[in-house]
């Protein structure tokens, strides 16, 4: 009877242990409003950004930048989780059928089957769920501005005037390119056989974005340029200012079509011009639409940043890192 006891002792003591250990591994570590986000969520949703983490920092600096994206991060989360109570007190919602016919568009523009779609996902550390949560946000985020913001934001004449007079050298002289940029180091001390396996990652990396894939997320995820944080976004360049082989493609190449892979001196290209600019002098006409939508894109990002602040200056936020 004794060693009975002392046997379900022991099985009381492991599982409260566990207990334990669990509450201290799924703590809380944000509180907003009347909800919480817990270490597990937090993890979770980190899980993507990792493998990009370990990728681009090497050495000290490469705690502290994961500790800052993280907590970025769980800022995005806690404004997520604001604009999300914020739809419920409003009545907006954003049901299972939307998300799943917005997921459906996406699928039919990048041409790619369901299939395809979840190897996607999984090679960029996403699962279905978290996806389609990502997805609904966005949606939710949409309405939220469409009724709190943009209401509010008017573009007159007169600002697209002044915006034309102020930025006409973006509308005339030099020709200029906008491109984006994955590229693949070729180190110095390569031979023939380690050449042949960088050009054939690059050309694996081409098959995808071939296949619909985004050119922003391959970039940050495999190329090796400066630029790949940003999507691989150069920004823009004069004739003559770059390497003469991808110089030649990038101003030879259709907007928006994304080239072949280009060998240079120091290892392999795969661009895409975004933009072109100069060569000739484009009448306000012809750009005040152009003009109208960009002031009123930056107009709404000021709109929506001090909603958002205002939203959390009025809400209970405490974080618990």
């Known amino acids: 009877m004794k060693i009975g006891k002392a046997i379900l002792a022991g099985v009381l003591a492991t599982f409260l242990g566990a207990v334990v ?28 950004y990792q493998e990009k983490m370990d990728a681009s920092y090497q050495g000290p600096d490469r705690e502290k930048a994961a500790a800052d994206s ?28 939307e998300v799943t016919e917005a997921i459906n568009d996406i699928q039919k523009q990048r041409k790619i089957s369901e299939e395809e779609f979840s190897k996607v996902l999984e090679q960029e550390g996403l699962t279905l769920d978290s996806y389609r949560k990502g997805i609904r946000d966005q949606l939710m985020r949409i309405r939220l501005i469409r009724r709190d913001i943009r209401s509010r934001v008017a573009v007159t004449d007169e600002e697209i005037g002044e915006y034309y007079r102020k930025h006409r050298e973006d509308y005339e002289g030099n020709e200029t390119v906008r491109i984006k940029q994955i590229l693949f180091v070729l180190p110095n001390e390569a031979d023939a056989a380690g050449k042949e396996k960088i050009r054939a990652d690059a050309e694996a990396v081409h098959k995808r974005l071939m296949n619909g894939e985004p050119f922003n997320e391959l970039s940050a995820r495999y190329s090796q340029g400066p630029e790949a944080a940003g999507g691989g976004d150069v920004g823009y360049i004069e004739k003559g200012a770059i390497l003469h082989e991808v110089d030649e493609v990038a101003f030879s190449l259709p907007l928006n079509q994304v080239s072949n892979v280009i060998e240079s001196s120091i290892g392999f290209h795969i661009i895409q011009v975004i933009d072109r600019r100069g060569g000739s002098v ?21 709109k929506f940043s001090e909603w958002l602040d205002e939203l959390r200056k009025k809400s209970h936020i405490e974080i618990k890192p």
Do not use: C, H, Y
Request: net charge negative; charged share 35%; aromatic share 2%.
């Open 70 to 97: 993280k907590l970025m991060l769980l800022n995005r989360m806690i404004d997520s989780l604001l604009m999300e109570q914020e739809a419920r007190k409003t009545g907006i919602t954003v049901s299972n059928g």
């Open 282 to 302: 484009k009448a306000i006409d012809s750009v005040r639409e152009e003009i109208r939508e960009k002031i009123e894109r930056e107009k709404m990002e000021k």
């Open 21 to 48: 250990q669990a509450a201290v591994m799924d703590r809380i570590v944000a509180v907003v409003n009347d909800e919480v986000i817990t270490l597990s969520e937090w993890d979770s949703a980190f899980l993507p």
